[in-house]
């Protein structure tokens, strides 16, 4: 989880969104909503991509939107002083789904559903160890391969990139090996977070 180190930073530039946020009115769950629609816009954008290749740029910005998006939420949160129990499930709720949504729809784009299904479901096991932890006492666990932030940074930068290198490498397109590394690296993340929370509960 490399681009976690960096939340801090990120919280510093924050600064200047939140202010735009409650000068739109926005509630943190409004902010939160706003960033899973635009995941699922991304995930429509990726479905199509393949037939013309530059689309997925608008898809790179939307997933890289999306991002920032669920930073400025928990940080709107604070701010206001409503951060609660409520935001924060709806949050995950809404994570997993823009996760499920910006997957299937790589996986959709290239024609690649085995993959999409190991992809998908790496990445939805290593979110539920996280808070499975905590469900058992223990903290909630962010450790790992691949965190959110990191997933999102892919998709966007490969995605990027794919738009100007749409052939194939050893038989699948930049787009395929993402969903290859969900797939084998989100399992492995998941079966990290299991391994320590087994360890803490002995």
Avoid at 5 to 10: E, N, S, V
Avoid at 28 to 45: D, E, K
Avoid at 126 to 142: C, E, K
Avoid at 193 to 198: K, N, P, S, T
């Amino acid at each position: 989880m490399t681009l976690d180190k960096f939340r801090p930073l990120a919280d510093r530039a924050l600064g200047p969104f939140v202010s735009a946020a409650k000068v739109a009115g926005l509630s943190p769950n409004g902010v939160s909503v706003i960033a899973f629609l635009l995941a699922l816009g991304a995930g429509g954008v990726y479905a199509v991509a393949a037939r013309e290749p530059l689309l997925y740029l608008g898809g790179a910005v939307l997933v890289f939107l999306n991002g920032w998006l669920d930073l400025v939420d928990g940080a709107l949160a604070r701010e206001l002083n409503v951060a609660s129990s409520g935001g924060d499930l709806l949050d995950h709720v809404l994570d997993r789904y823009a996760d499920i949504g910006i997957i299937v729809g790589l996986a959709a784009g290239v024609s690649q559903w085995e993959l999409g299904i190991a992809a998908v479901t790496g990445v939805l096991m290593t979110s539920y160890l996280g808070t499975q932890a905590q469900a058992v006492g223990l903290d909630r666990v962010y450790g790992g391969l691949l965190g959110r932030a990191d997933r999102l940074a892919l998709v966007g930068v490969v995605t990027g990139v794919a738009a100007f290198v749409p052939n194939a490498l050893a038989g699948l397109t930049l787009v395929g090996w993402l969903l290859v590394v969900f797939a084998v690296v989100g399992h492995v993340t998941a079966a990290q977070r299991f391994y320590h929370a087994m360890r803490a509960l002995d």
